[in-house]
């Protein structure tokens, strides 16, 4: 199947029988220098949160030594589309839109709460201040200065809010990695980036300009409002949060993809990855650093 740029993904049939094939590329897992866990791990997440409520596909296999066709595992097949620009715009998810955001932050309440001692062992432990380390020294080793990067970095250390308790974060909760059918979210995927670290940083990664596909009124991926969100979240998480608790972590999301679209540009540019994709995506630093100034006005008006 289309779509991902890490992993394999195959959709099998048989008879009355359909599943999903989530496998390493070839078969073979390769050293990252990122921080995703493997998909032996992966597949224990989703099993961990499906136990307390989270909608995801059903783990059915997780592949061994001897199914002989590499890592990864088998899991249920759900309907739902995945694609932002007709979820954010066909009249066909004009009632999910109205839905989402609510069941958003049903969704990451249910998540946070998944028992860290059920975690696959392998999760890294990533708050804030150690994100920013991270991402500056990614920054620095390109030697392609840029000021509003730099103006960012040293604005989200000197306005750093104080940690929340850890829980699990799933990393990547956004559009493209959440199915949703008519009636709203059905599934989430893609669970390679989940860490443990503050509940702030999923809510405000669906915050992130570059998620809102054009739909920049909308704050909550493009479809919903924060509000909406953070009732959802806040009833069942016990919190309360308020909307200027995401506002740190959505400039730091924002500087984030920004520093990921450099490493993107750089593996087209050296030819290590010389496809379009990476070429399109990494033309997207500039996008985020009109974001970044966005916030950084409206931090100080």
């Known amino acids: 199947m289309s779509g991902g740029a890490s992993q394999e993904t195959w959709a099998l049939s048989g008879g009355e029988h359909a599943a999903i094939l989530r496998r390493a590329p ?42 002989e066709i590499g890592d990864g595992f088998l899991m249920s097949l759900v309907q739902g589309e995945t694609i932002a620009r007709p979820i954010l715009r066909n009249e066909e998810f004009a009632n999910a839109r109205g839905n989402l955001a609510g069941q958003c932050g049903s ?29 500056e020294e990614i920054y620095c080793s390109f030697e392609a200065p840029r000021p509003v990067f730099e103006l960012a970095l040293q604005w989200l250390k000197g306005h750093a809010p104080a940690a929340m308790g850890p829980v699990l974060v799933h990393g990547d909760f956004r559009l493209g ?64 949060i308020v909307p200027r608790d995401i506002d740190w972590w959505e400039m730091l999301g924002s500087l984030k993809w920004g520093i990921m679209c450099m490493i993107m540009y750089e593996a087209f540019r050296s030819g290590a990855d010389a496809s379009v994709e990476r070429a399109a995506i990494g033309r997207r630093v500039s996008e985020t650093e009109i974001d970044l100034i966005n916030l950084l006005e409206a931090a100080h008006a």
């Open 26 to 67: 070839g078969g073979t897992s390769k050293a990252r220098s990122s921080a995703a866990i493997g998909l032996p791990a992966e597949a224990k997440l989703i099993s961990a949160a499906e136990q307390v409520g989270v909608p995801v596909p059903r783990v059915l296999h997780v592949l061994g030594e001897d199914d």
């Open 177 to 240: 990695n959440l199915m949703i059918d008519e009636t709203g979210l059905v599934a989430v995927l893609d669970w390679e980036l989940a860490h443990v670290g503050d509940p702030r940083e999923d809510i405000a990664w669906l915050c992130v300009n570059s998620w809102r596909f054009g739909q920049t009124e909308n704050r909550v991926g493009g479809f919903g409002h924060l509000d909406d969100l953070l009732d959802a979240y806040n009833e069942k998480a016990g919190t309360e």
């Open 107 to 135: 969704a990451l309440a249910d998540i946070h709460k998944i028992p860290l001692d059920t975690a696959p062992r392998e999760l890294q432990s990533s708050d804030g201040l150690a994100q920013i380390a991270q991402y």
